[in-house]
Nanobody, 116 residues
Framework: QVQVVESGGGLVHPGGSLRLSCLAS????????VGWYRQAPGKQREPVAN???????NYADSVKGRFTISIDSAKNTVALEMDKLKPEDTAVYYC??????????WGQGTQVTVSA
């Protein structure tokens, strides 16, 4: 089973930018859907953005126009470029890979904190 590991989290001021990266242990294209979720304290995990082989890229309404997801097949990575960050973007961000058939793979998460 392909594993994924996130990196790139940190502390940023409101309005700032961060780039998260998710590295797969095998071919990133083995996933039918690959993307990012986040979980804020006291809240449920929610989808942020994904790339799906059937319908392309998808974004949560709360991040449209600010976040960009991209995939680099040669490097087996999927990135999340986050701009114009807001305090409400503070959460643990998880990479998720899902094959068409089979178990879903989650990373261990990376903390993003947006604070003045």
């Amino acid at each position: 089973q392909v594993q994924v590991v996130e990196s790139g989290g940190g502390l940023v001021h409101p309005g700032g930018s961060l780039r998260l990266s998710c590295l797969a242990s095998g071919s990133i294209t083995s996933f039918y859907t690959v993307g990012w979720y986040r979980q804020a304290p006291g809240k449920q995990r929610e989808p942020v953005a994904n790339i799906n082989k059937s319908d392309g890229t998808n974004y949560a309404d709360s991040v449209k126009g600010r976040f960009t997801i991209s995939i680099d097949s040669a490097k087996n990575t999927v990135a999340l470029e986050m701009d114009k960050l807001k305090p409400e973007d503070t959460a643990v961000y998880y990479c998720r890979g899902a094959p068409l058939v089979g178990p879903v793979t989650w990373g261990q998460g990376t903390q993003v904190t947006v604070s003045a």
